[in-house]
Nanobody, 125 residues
């Protein structure tokens, strides 16, 4: 499956952006789709994930209450609504997907077989 991430951009602190991860080639059904981010000099970190068939979601503590992940059955896409953005949210955001992901493995990047190209989010102070 090919993943296409979009929606990044430049926003002021306190603003909002919505990222989208679209799949081409097949449906997201039975997949877990996750967002990770990476800023210069730092390791890739987990942001959020959703199990398509069951709706289970997970969030990093740093984004809980500000970000919301959702599935879009019509567009076959996963969206990440990001509100109350902070300068420390600045990073390249990647979407990833894999089948058969157990709950305990949702936050591990090694779990995911498919990755999108990344979209840059810049939050100015």
């Amino acid at each position: 499956v090919q993943l296409q991430a979009s929606g990044g951009g430049l926003v002021q602190a306190g603003g909002s952006l919505r990222l989208s991860c679209a799949a081409s080639g097949r449906s997201f059904s039975s997949y877990t789709v996750a967002w990770f981010r990476q800023s210069p000099g730092k390791e890739r970190e987990f942001v959020s994930a959703i199990r398509w068939n069951f709706g289970n979601t997970a969030y990093a503590e740093s984004v809980k209450g500000r970000f919301t992940i959702s599935r879009d059955n019509v567009e076959n896409a996963v969206h990440l609504q990001m509100n109350s953005l902070r300068p420390e949210d600045t990073a390249v955001y990647f979407c990833a997907a894999s089948r058969g992901v157990i709950l305990s493995a949702m936050r591990d990047p090694a779990t995911y077989n498919y990755w999108g190209q990344g979209t840059l989010v810049t939050v100015s102070s």
